[in-house]
């Protein structure tokens, strides 16, 4: 039977390598060196080819959730960030009736939806809600879709990934696979681990998941493709400035992060200081001081 990770007495101790970065002869980003030539340019426009990290801005949050705090007026909360991110994640919606087109950003469209938190019991039953065609006409350089590993739905959601994979090599677009964490499921490494890497081993070109306190080289480690982590709930600035930190330091590409940005008491000041630990090699201290820095000559 199968490696069930710690479910089966081993005979061999787990290797993860984690001091070995994973080649990528000819390109700069990890497990996308054998790509088509369109498929690298969109991941380009997504990662920073000086350092292979990405700072990505997520306000895709109302497909679901409806308008969340922060995001009631997106022409208004969002677009001041727009010049500091390298890659805006949202929904076709927004897109077209708020982000100008003039915006040299990439894009990360959300490919998948279908249930809101009117029935949280029903988050997992998703479907896609983006055609290729659509994704193509607003010029996507990455499809997101959401995979529940562990849920009951767990089968829908993959098949809804390696059918958007499908699609989108025809025409050189990267999927993202993101790592759904509902209250039933886990939170652990081992989990992350396996589910990065079911998403990794199904085509997708990059994985979203959550940053774990512990063991998280390991997660970047055994993922063949770029990871970027979540933002997650709200947190003290300072706190999120060390979680990005921290997951970069551990093999992570970049971050996708909302409300830790957008629900900041200083939203433009917060993403410059996030922009100065992906990009700028920032401590998050250093960068922690920039914000308040920032904030105070917001406040004159």
């Known amino acids: 039977m199968a490696d069930l990770d710690g479910n089966q007495q081993e005979k061999k101790e787990k290797e993860y390598f984690t001091q070995v970065s994973q080649e990528a002869p000819g390109f700069f980003l990890k497990g996308s060196h054998q790509y088509d030539w369109g498929l690298k340019n969109r991941l380009s426009r ?65 490919a998948s939806g279908g249930t809101s938190m009117a029935r949280p019991d029903f988050l997992s039953d998703e479907v896609l809600a983006c055609s290729i065609e659509d994704a193509i006409r607003l010029n996507a350089s990455v499809l997101a879709v959401q995979v529940f590993i562990g849920s009951e739905h767990e089968r829908n959601t993959i098949h809804n990934m390696v059918r958007l994979i499908d699609q989108a090599n025809r025409y050189g677009i990267a999927v993202m696979g993101v790592v759904a964490v509902g209250t039933n499921m886990e939170r652990t490494p081992k989990y992350f681990r396996m589910a990065t890497r079911i998403m990794a081993e199904l085509g997708c070109h990059m994985v979203k998941c959550y940053h774990t306190e512990t063991e998280f080289e390991t997660i970047t480690s055994c993922c063949p493709v770029p990871i970027v982590i979540a933002g997650g709930k709200k947190r003290p600035e300072l706190d999120a400035l060390r979680m990005a930190y921290q997951a970069c330091e551990q093999g992570a590409s970049g971050v996708d992060m909302g409300r830790n940005i957008f629900q900041s008491d200083a939203p433009i000041p917060m993403m410059k200081a996030v922009r100065g630990v992906v990009h700028e090699g920032m401590k998050p201290e250093e960068a922690f001081d920039l914000y308040n820095t920032l904030k105070a000559e917001e406040g004159k």
């Open 46 to 110: 997504v990662f920073n080819p000086k350092n292979g990290r990405t700072i990505m801005l997520a306000f895709d949050h109302g497909y679901f959730q409806g308008p969340a705090t922060g995001l009631e007026r997106v022409d208004q909360t969002i677009l001041p960030l727009e010049p500091y991110c390298d890659c805006l994640m949202l929904t076709r919606g927004i897109q077209r009736a708020v982000i100008p087109a003039s915006t040299q950003k990439a894009i990360a469209l959300r």
